[in-house]
């Protein structure tokens, strides 16, 4: 591993010196989208999109409205447009001379005067960053129902989502193979579903509410942590500055599943602007699809609300604070289960009824400061700070788990841009973790005898200090590279250090290649990761002194746009990535049949990902999606030696067809995907076969646009294909062979729902 990252790095500085002789001069054109009011104020605009007219290249601005184009020393006048859903274009043209641009758009409403004609995509690939970079946008959340973040991955293949067991409908994610424990996730670059709140936490995080999602393959910035292992997943949320003051959307599906969600904006004055969101769903029904008397989903009720600040000050500083709280309570188990039977479970065991409770807490509270320390804003400083506290109350059949988590995240980065080609980041940063948690772990060994208990106390103070920095070196939209380190003390674990390193290179306009490589660190919380194991009547058995979880990924991507199709930008896309451990916390349920054992890897862990992308406007308002995905991955377990990863699909593929009839009044969209077999469990094995079938799952949804609603119905997994028996021996729930952790398919069956959408603009 340390000779191969040692060859990256030759290469690395190799190509970094052939571009530096080959690239053409050139020099930046930095600038703002802002909107402008009717009464005459202006204000930035987010995500807006630039391109060059007569090139069709385009960059994304950020949060801020801003944008950075490359102008080359022969270049002739050029013209650049922006463009953002809901505002008319606004065009300028430019020159080798230009440095500094603004664009003002006009908000436009459907009632009154125009209705905008343009489309967003409902997903790309990035052209600008350094690491490959998958943006799932607002209209890409809006294609399927999308009730939560899991919901929001079903068109794409380098995610994919499942249930971690057949009790608790947790959904997990896996990118690159791996679990989604591996991936770091951020809520606004800030990290966020860490610890207790990590098995729920997709479901936390309502598909309306967000305004686009960004899925980071590999290893990305140092500056936000060392948890991206296989990559980092970002949520935009609805802005205070949204020009929607309104927003509320309704949704129920054949089981009753019911929710809301509404998000409002206001801007206050020139300086001060909020968002409110909320959120409500409810499950109050329990289906039981298959006959083996347990619920198919938990019945639930969950709420969340959440509120959210901008103070932004003309001098370009910038504050943004809120704070969120939820609350989740779901009950799963059998069917003839009632909350109040807990109160006696010698009565329950008796009467061989199982269930199960699981009941969520969570605050978090945040604060980000940006202030500028020169005027033209190419120095600066930023200060985050993040706070939140979770509790879990839960117990499954005669087990307890029950935790607390208070976590402070601090963050002080300091920015500066020397000329146009360097950027250099540095900063310090501080992550403490207070973790009470205790595991009282009840099993039977022989039926009618009492059960055995072992209580775990996992609680943990842990605290990291780091510092990082970060070099930035870009030559125009030819050639970037981005070299970091980042070295932090743990108080538990010891001196870390995580050096990462991307490089992006374009051949041409149209062939873009990507390398990466890089280390990432995560404290495991082997209870909330593997929260499925509790759902069994197994032993859980503990090593004690796990190790801090070590591994390095490294790939690379390379995308080649195509002048075919309506929009002359279809592309087509390879990647490859691998992931190898130098320490992994190793949860067989093999090596001893009556219990799960949980101890250090002892010896290779490794997985290997290849994918294929191909995109294509045919014609106008059509768009086709091809996405395949192959993973070899292999782990070593304790008396079986380097064995397939078990309960890993080896293969993914989706295809997803979109159509839109003009002005967009009505939008079609259908998914197929094809789940490919993953190595079963020797305990699940039957007649010599040892893999799961492969299985396809179909999507579909119709959208009709009126005024100021959306109407849409849709259907999911519309082939009405489920795994069989998910439960092993669910006929005796409190025997050592019960297991409900083992889920490779879909449990639900075919579901249909409708719901709407209401959106107000401001006039």
Known sequence: MKRIFTIFLIAFAAVLELAAQIAPKSHTVQGVVYNLKNNGDKEVIPFATVYWLQSGTYVDCDVDGKFTFTVFEKADDATLVATAIG??????????????????LQGVNELEKAVVQARQEGSYLSKMTPVKTEVITAAGLCKMACCNLAESFENSASVTVGYSDAITGAKQIRLLGLSGIYTAMLDENRPTMR???????????????????????????????????????????????DE?????????????????????????????????????????????????????????????LTNRWLYYDQSGMQIRFGIRALTDDRTGGMTSFKKEMRNDVNAMVKENIWGSNIN??????????????????????????????????????????????????????????????????????NQFDLFDERLEDAYITSFGKPWNTTDYNLGRRENAVGVYGEYTYTLGEKFSAVAGVSVDYN?????????????????????????????????????????????????????????????????????????????????????????????????????????????????????????FDFSVEPIERFIIIATYRYTDAKVTLAGQGLVERPMTSRYKGVLNLQYATRMNIWTFDFTAQLNGPCKLPSFMVENGVTTSPAYPVFFAQVTRKFRSVDVYIGGENLSNYKQKNPIIEWENPYSSEFNASQVWGPILGWKVYAGMRLTLWKK
Do not use: C
């Open 244 to 304: 929607k003051p309104l927003f509320v959307n309704l949704f129920v599906d054949n089981h009753l599943m019911t929710e809301a969600n509404i998000a409002s904006s206001l801007q206050l004055n020139e300086k001060w602007s909020t968002v409110t969101m909320g959120h409500y769903s409810s499950m109050p029904m329990g289906h039981d699809g298959n006959g083996d008397g347990f619920k198919d989903e938990p019945t639930s009720l969950k709420f969340n």
């Open 195 to 241: 610890g207790l709140a990590a098995p729920f936490g997709l479901s936390y995080v309502p598909g309306q509410w967000l305004e686009s999602i960004q899925i980071a393959k590999g290893p990305s910035s140092v500056v936000n942590g060392l948890e991206a292992i296989t990559g980092q997943i970002n949520m935009e949320h609805r802005k205070p500055t």
């Open 360 to 429: 969520n807490k969570g605050v978090n509270a945040y604060v980000k400061v940006g202030i500028p320390l020169n005027l033209e804003n190419t120095r600066n400083i930023a200060f985050i700070a993040d706070y939140t506290y979770h509790q879990i109350d839960s117990y499954f059949g005669i087990k307890n788990y029950n935790g607390k988590q208070n976590s402070v995240f601090a963050n002080i980065i300091f920015q500066e841009m020397i000329g146009d080609e360097h950027r250099i980041n540095a900063g310090i940063r």
């Open 491 to 611: 108080n538990l674990h010891g001196l870390l250090v995580a050096p990462r390193a991307n490089i992006k290179y374009a051949f041409t306009d149209d062939i873009i290649f990507r390398a990466s490589g890089g280390r990432g660190y995560r404290s495991p919380n082997v209870v909330v990761d593997n929260i499925g194991m509790l759902s069994t009547g197994r032993q859980i058995d503990i090593a004690p002194a796990l190790d801090m979880e070590d591994a390095w990924t490294y790939g690379g991507n390379i995308t080649g746009y195509l002048p075919i199709g309506e929009n002359r930008n279809s592309y087509l896309s390879f990647d490859y990535f691998r992931t190898d451990f130098n320490k992994q916390i190793i949860v067989d349920q093999e090596l001893d049949l009556s219990k799960v054992s949980i101890y250090n890897l002892e010896g290779r862990s490794f997985t290997n990902t290849y994918q």
């Open 87 to 104: 505002y008319n274009t606004d065009t300028l043209v430019v020159n080798y001379d230009t440095r500094n641009v603004e664009f003002f």
